[in-house]
T-cell receptor, first 119, second 113 residues
Framework: GAVVSQHPSWVICKSGTSVKIECRSL??????MFWYRQFPKQSLMLMAT?????????EQGVEKDKFLINHASLTLSTLTVTSAHPEDSSFYIC???????????????FGPGTRLTVT | GESVGLHLPTLSVQEGDNSIINCAYS??????FIWYKQESGKGPQFIID?????DKRQGQRVTVLLNKTVKHLSLQIAATQPGDSAVYFC????????????FGTGTRLQVTL
């Protein structure tokens, strides 16, 4: 149980275009979802926290107009990188938390990540 | 500021030996700690957690030790196997931050045959 999926697993896009990444909790309802960014050989950096039905809370230094987050349901959150540039190339990881259900003991359940390459 | 850091960026261990990965945290308000394993190109995988009211917790081949006095956390892996090769992160949560986690810098564990 407590599986989180991401789609796509990897994406290549051209500079200036927008790309959407989906994060789904497959077998539980998550009231909170988190989006992280990870550069090669570095740690996970929290970008934003989203709660179902409300606006996301962005970490300092993260442009909310560039990284649009939507958390429309208890099982789906999306991250849209708008007007992507090569420096946005990174590994984006989501996690889901605040779930309700038997066996959910942990704070966050992580997705497998999405590799974004902007050319 | 708040930080969670690791002492060693790379740890090389011979197969069968025990591994010890260390982590220091700076925020005394941290009340919950987690160790994650991350393989290349994958998301973090939960290993073990510990709450601040404990100083030791054991799992299968893994033990986490917490020393709140010096704000230090360690992960011990017994009988290290090649499949343990990965990057290990510690993460902490501060009381009242609604599950928000702060990750350490990571240690790469290399298991040699």
């Amino acid at each position: 149980g407590a599986v989180v999926s991401q789609h796509p697993s990897w994406v290549i896009c051209k500079s200036g275009t927008s790309v959407k990444i989906e994060c789904r909790s497959l077998d539980f309802q998550a009231t909170t979802m988190f989006w992280y960014r990870q550069f090669p050989k570095q740690s996970l950096m929290l970008m934003a926290t989203s709660n179902e039905g409300s606006k996301a809370t962005y970490e300092q230094g993260v442009e909310k107009d560039k990284f649009l987050i939507n958390h429309a349901s208890l099982t789906l959150s999306t991250l849209t990188v708008t007007s992507a540039h090569p420096e946005d190339s990174s590994f984006y990881i989501c996690s889901a938390g605040g779930g309700q259900g038997a066996g959910l003991r942990r704070e966050q359940y992580f997705g497998p990540g999405t590799r974004l390459t902007v050319t | 500021g708040e930080s969670v850091g690791l002492h060693l960026p790379t740890l090389s261990v011979q197969e069968g030996d025990n591994s010890i990965i260390n982590c220091a945290y700076s925020n005394s308000a941290s009340d919950y700690f987690i160790w994650y394993k991350q393989e290349s190109g994958k998301g973090p995988q939960f290993i073990i957690d510990i709450r601040s009211n404990m100083d030791k917790r054991q799992g299968q081949r893994v033990t986490v030790l917490l020393n709140k006095t010096v704000k230090h956390l360690s992960l011990q892996i017994a009988a290290t196997q090649p499949g343990d090769s990965a990057v290990y992160f510690c993460a902490s949560r501060n009381t009242g931050t609604a599950s928000k986690l702060t990750f350490g810098t990571g240690t790469r564990l290399q298991v040699t045959l």
